[in-house]
DNA sequence: AGGCTGAGGTCGATGGCGTCCACGGACTGT
DNA sequence: ACAGTCCGTGGACGCCATCGACCTCAGCCT
């Protein structure tokens, strides 16, 4: 991991489908060199995916909502995990230090379907209770940060 | 909008960087037909972005945290927006209902850059107060929820 | 009914890109 | 000094992106 390799990621994180010989322009090197560098990043498990972001709405996911989870006493928390992955409702899942375990990001199509979820979750075993806050907009998400040095 | 779309859609929220010829292969299309339907997703806002999915620790993001805003009587959210939004470790920022006007997720790499953040929110002109949770562990994240129809 | 029009597809051509390979220079340890 | 390793370059070749020409079908107006 270089200052070439970071400014890979910085360059992919902006835009995924940017090509080979593309990046090759903006770090100076060879469409090969690239292509191996970044073939490593992928490799090596630091590019994990690339994904085209979406706006939510448009494809009916237009409710979004922030679920805190906390476990029964005596919990088996990886069982919890598992029945959460489960659910593909649930789009990110952080195990957090508090009272509450989890955090989910939930997004469904609509309140009734909300319901839904968190009906389902309060059944689901282990789970002692939820609190759940509803996003009203989303601001932005998942904007990359920079991470190279400004420019070689 | 049609099945196809949310198919194109669900393949490249998958994978950001099949080629158009893979997509036509998937979809039963020909290349040129999916890449004029690709361009008008892109442009009428459905597709947002392209991007690398990198695990945040290899790039020196190893600390993850969320963190509830309550905004002064009278604040300005705008103005509050704009702040937040100069400040490249918040990575998503979610504009809520309930007490805590914003949620914010947030990505730095050690403790001490947690600390200097929550003082800089704090002192930002019309933040009443912060509530910082830590993530201990992100178990997924952005995981791709499919709405395409089983399958053509 | 007939024909115009526009949307959305296929096909064919061409230039650029991805990707494989052989080769070469710098660093390292002996 | 020398050999090995790492990391790069340049060339070659086949596939892909992308453009233009044309086809087909549905809807609509006359």
Known sequence: MDAIDLSLVDLLRGNARLSYAELARQVGLSAPAVHERVGKLESGG?????????????????????????????????????AFRAIPEIESCYFMAGVESFLLKARVGTIAELEQLIVRLNRTPGVNSTR?????????????????????
Chains 1, 2 share one sequence.
């Open 46 to 82: 630091v590019i994990r995916a690339y994904r085209a972001e979406v706006e939510p709405e448009t494809i009916g996911l237009g409710v979004t909502a922030l679920i805190g989870i906390v476990e029964d006493s005596g919990a088996d928390t990886d069982d919890v995990l598992e």
């Open 132 to 152: 759940t806050s509803i996003a009203l907009s989303t601001k932005w998400e998942n904007r990359p940060q920079a991470v190279a040095p400004p420019a070689a």
